[in-house]
């Protein structure tokens, strides 16, 4: 096929793309915003067409499984359901097959992201009563949530968006259980696999808060206002506790009164124990200033209510990504103080006010009492060790909910009613048994994950539009004498895992997708296998922690390295490839 001004301006708008979002030029939605008006403007795209994705039915289903998934989330079941499934289960070896089983079962289901966030904290709990390494326990969390979410059309948002995309290409919708020929048996095979290896290839760690806790000389500093110190009735700001290297005011206690966070406008009184947070070779700046202060000691007091201390792990799409600490309004917005900033295992050194944030990272923070009920509604991150007892739920009528969910399900498989309609129906019974409040639901819309689509729909159109689909296919023509059809269902899982894995998966699906039919188009063969492999290539993405969010959900807590998922990922992505390819290439390109 001749390459053709439009062809070479998709290359150019795919080339922009996939640096962009490698070297994380600008968040993704604005990097998908700005290739798509490029389409726009090039005449590739109609105005109507970049803006169609919003009106696709797969959308509207993605939406709703978000929605559903996010009450389920703030009824606090999660924990009633894992206490009573797991309570028995004292043994390491048990906890993990448990989890892994029950988790990649729910998450067939479930969206996998609001679900892995859900059972990190009771994850963490459960290691720290049990003096187990989380480090052990939150890759396969995330994997079995990744293989779970293969086995069905709703399991995860990526095969729900190559149905869009398949639907939009002219296809007929697959039908909910079309993945399960090839994800059902990876389920078992990828559980197995786990079990067998994830103890020897899995780095044993302490979480950030242990460390914290087991080495608070090196972060926790108390110091006391003594009489006569010219910091009395000064505030916080004046005193210059704004700007100090490498430490950070998060507490004073004044009497029985503790007061946290600290406001820059708070003044300083006779007798106030000030806590200090950072590096204890800091305290050289106060020390050398002579305010008036005592010598550091310990901060026992803090360490009677660890409950105030917390761990949370910035989300992939938070809107807190990009920003200096100083920038955030965090304390004013969630009640809370950073003190602490680990990325990569490491703490972030320096002042904390200038630190940018990035996601994947694990904050600490000294949170006061309305830190729970202000972080409930936000995307920015996810709370890993929040102590706070769950808020009472009705059993019964998130049981009917649940209920009402599987049967939905079934009958859109089985029966013509579509899967929008039952859902649609499920939201209505949860909103009539106010399980959660109204205004609530709106609050929990990932709108990132939305855009992202639509907008990934939309480019999977300029391809077609331009030919370059078709382009792009004919160059993988020459390798038709070698490979076969379970040769190019390995190479295109091969590839799109590749650029999930260090892009994204949504770019990776709209990439793919419409070159994947080509391809098969080209050849003469059956499209569906092709159509199925590009969501397995990019859902079943165990190699890096920034391929997948949920491995990057738990990238920080568990104090992983990229190498630690490249161990354990690769051969796991190996076997997943092989097989996902065999059972595919047999069931529909075999004669």
Same mark, same amino acid.
């Given at each position: ?219 926790? #500093? ?6 006569? &110190?010219?910091? %009395? +009735?000064?505030?916080?700001?004046? =005193? /210059?506790?704004?700007? !100090? ?95 602490? #900033? ?6 972030? &050194?320096?002042? %904390? +006010?200038?630190?940018?944030?990035? =996601? /994947?990272?694990?904050? !600490? ?103 370059? &689909? ?122």
């Amino acid at each position: 096929m001749i390459m053709t001004p439009s062809i070479v301006l998709i290359l150019c708008v795919l080339l922009f793309l996939l640096t962009a979002l490698y070297l994380e030029w600008f968040r993704p939605t604005v990097t998908f915003f700005i290739a798509i008006l490029g389409l726009v403007v090039g005449g590739v795209l109609s105005p109507e067409e970049a803006i169609h994705g919003f009106a696709n039915e797969q959308l509207a289903v993605i939406i709703l499984l978000l929605i559903i998934s996010d009450i389920f989330k703030k009824s606090s079941v999660i924990d009633v359901i894992f206490n009573r499934l797991f309570g028995a289960h004292h043994s390491y070896t048990r906890f993990r097959f448990s989890m892994m089983t029950v988790v990649a079962s729910f998450s067939a289901f479930f969206n996998n992201t609001p679900l892995v966030a859900m059972m990190m904290p009771y994850v963490n709990n459960w290691a720290n009563k049990r003096e187990v390494s989380a480090s052990k326990l939150l890759i396969p969390l995330s994997y079995a949530a990744i293989l779970g979410g293969c086995v069905t059309l709703i399991g995860t948002s990526t095969n729900l968006i190559v149905n869009g995309l398949a639907v939009e290409a002219g296809f007929e919708a697959l039908s909910i259980f079309d993945f399960a020929y090839a994800g059902l048996p990876m389920f078992l095979i990828g559980v197995l696999y786990l079990l067998l290896f994830s103890d020897r290839l899995l780095p044993e760690k302490e979480t950030q808060l242990d460390h914290q806790l087991s080495n608070r000389r090196e972060f926790f #500093i108390e110091t006391q206002v003594k009489a006569g &110190s010219q910091l %009395i +009735g000064q505030t916080v700001q004046h =005193a /210059g506790f704004r700007n !100090l290297k490498g430490l950070y005011l998060v507490e004073i206690h004044r009497g029985m009164q503790s007061i946290a966070p600290v406001s820059p406008e708070e003044q300083i009184q006779k007798d106030d124990a000030l806590i200090f947070a950072g590096e204890t070779t800091s305290v050289e700046e106060i020390q050398k200033q002579d305010l008036g202060l005592t010598l550091p000691k310990m901060v026992e007091r803090m360490l009677d209510t660890k409950s105030s201390i917390n761990e949370i792990v910035v989300s992939f799409n938070s809107n807190l990504i990009g920003k200096k600490v100083q920038d955030t309004d965090f304390r004013a917005r969630f009640d809370a103080a950073i003190v602490a #900033i680990h990325r990569n295992g490491e703490k972030v &050194s320096g002042k %904390i +006010g200038e630190v940018e944030l990035k =996601a /994947g990272d694990v904050l !600490l923070v000294f949170s006061g009492t309305d830190f729970l009920s202000r972080t409930k509604n936000h995307q920015a991150f996810y709370v890993l060790t929040h102590t706070e007892e769950p808020e009472q739920i009705n059993v019964t009528k998130v049981a009917v909910v649940f209920t009402a969910l599987i049967s939905s399900i079934l009958l859109a498989a089985f029966t013509s009613i579509s899967l929008l309609t039952c859902l649609s129906a499920v939201l209505l019974i949860a909103v009539f048994m106010k399980i959660v409040p109204l205004n609530e639901i709106r609050k929990g819309l990932d709108f990132d994950l939305i855009l992202l689509i639509a907008f990934g729909l939309a480019l999977g159109k300029g391809m077609i539009n331009s030919g370059a &689909s078709i382009y792009l296919a004919d160059l993988f023509l020459f390798l038709n004498p070698y490979l076969g059809g379970f040769g190019f269902l390995v190479l295109i899982f091969f590839v799109t895992n590749i650029l999930a894995a260090y892009i994204t998966n949504k770019a990776a699906v709209a990439i793919l997708f419409p070159i994947s039919v080509a391809l098969a188009m080209e050849l003469g063969l059956n499209p569906i296998p092709f159509i199925l492999i590009v969501s397995f290539g990019a859902a079943a993405n165990f190699i890096t922690p920034i391929g997948y969010q949920t491995n990057l959900m738990v990238y920080g807590p568990g104090g992983y390295s990229f190498k630690d998922f490249m161990k354990i990922g690769l051969p796991l992505t190996i076997i997943y490839m092989l097989v996902t390819a065999f059972i595919l290439n047999y069931m529909y390109l075999s004669n």
